[in-house]
C-alpha cells in the first residue's frame, strides 16, 4: 500500500534484564549501612588510639578492628587525624554541652574559675588519659587535612576561656589592657603540656589539676591589674 499513513512512532522494547531503578527504600538502606560502618570505625578507631596512640594507629587497623574494608573507612573520612577528630567531637560534646550550662555560673576570681574550669576537664579525661593525649599529639601532625581538628582547634574551648577572661576584665579582675586572645592561646598551651606528666611520672587526675593550678596562678599574675 502506497502513501503516508499517520502511524504512531514505535516504542522500543523493553530489556527485562534492566535492574529498575533505586527507589527511596533502597536509598535509605545504603544509608543507614554507610551509618552503621561510620559507627563501627568509631568505636573501633576509640579503642586503638586509647590503648596505642596516634602514631601507632594506622587506618588499616581502624578497618580490621571495625570488620570493614579500608576502603568504606576512606568513604568517610579524608585521613586517620579525620577519624581522630570525630572521635572526639563526639566523646567531647556533652562535655561541652554541660560546661557551657556552668561556666556562667562559677564564682571566685578569674584564676579560681579558670582552676574550676580545668579541675573539671582533667578529671573528664582521666579515664582516657591516652587517648586524650593522642589528640594532643595529632596536633602536630603536619600532614593533616583542613577536615582534620585536632587539639587546640576547638573553638568550644577557646569561647569558654575567652568567656571568663572578659568577664574577669568587665569586672575588674584582669588588667583592660590584656591581650585575651594571647592568655586563651597560654591556657590553651599549657594545659597540652601538663599532660606531659602522664608520659613522665604517671600523674593522676589530681595531681595535673594541681600542677594546672600552680601554673595558672602565674599566668594571672601577668593580667592582674596594676
Not at 577519624?83 to 561556666?103: F, I, K, N, T, W
Not at 599529639?137 to 576547638?154: E, F, I, K, S
Request: aromatic share 8%; glycine share 8%; net charge positive.
Amino acid at each position: 500500500m502506497s502513501g503516508d499513513l499517520d502511524l504512531p512512532p514505535r516504542r522500543p522494547a523493553r530489556n527485562p534484564r534492566r535492574p529498575a531503578a533505586a527507589g527511596p527504600r533502597a536509598s535509605g538502606g545504603r544509608q543507614g549501612q554507610k551509618e552503621a560502618t561510620r559507627k563501627r570505625v568509631i568505636e573501633a578507631a576509640r579503642e586503638l588510639f586509647d590503648t596505642q596512640g596516634y602514631q601507632g594507629t594506622t587506618i588499616r587497623e581502624i578497618a580490621r578492628h571495625a570488620g570493614v574494608s579500608v576502603g568504606s573507612v576512606f568513604t568517610t573520612f579524608a585521613s586517620k587525624g579525620e577519624v581522630l577528630s570525630q572521635v572526639m567531637e563526639e566523646r567531647l560534646d556533652g562535655l561541652y554541652a554541660e560546661l557551657d550550662r556552668v561556666v556562667p555560673h562559677l564564682r571566685g576570681s578569674t584564676a579560681d574559675k579558670l582552676r574550676t574550669l580545668y579541675a573539671m576537664l582533667f578529671a573528664f579525661e582521666e579515664p582516657r588519659t591516652k587517648l586524650f593525649l593522642s589528640h594532643i599529639a595529632a596536633a602536630y601532625d603536619w600532614t593533616l587535612p583542613p577536615g582534620a581538628r585536632p587539639y587546640g582547634a576547638n573553638q568550644r574551648l577557646r569561647d569558654l576561656l575567652h568567656e571568663i577572661v572578659c568577664k574577669g576584665m568587665a569586672c575588674g579582675d584582669v588588667d583592660p589592657q590584656t591581650d585575651v586572645l594571647a592568655v586563651v592561646d597560654l591556657l590553651v598551651g599549657t594545659y597540652a603540656w601538663t599532660y606531659h606528666l602522664v608520659v613522665t611520672e604517671g600523674a593522676d587526675a589530681r595531681r595535673l589539676t594541681e600542677v594546672m593550678d600552680q601554673r595558672i596562678g602565674l599566668i594571672a599574675d601577668g593580667f592582674r591589674p596594676r
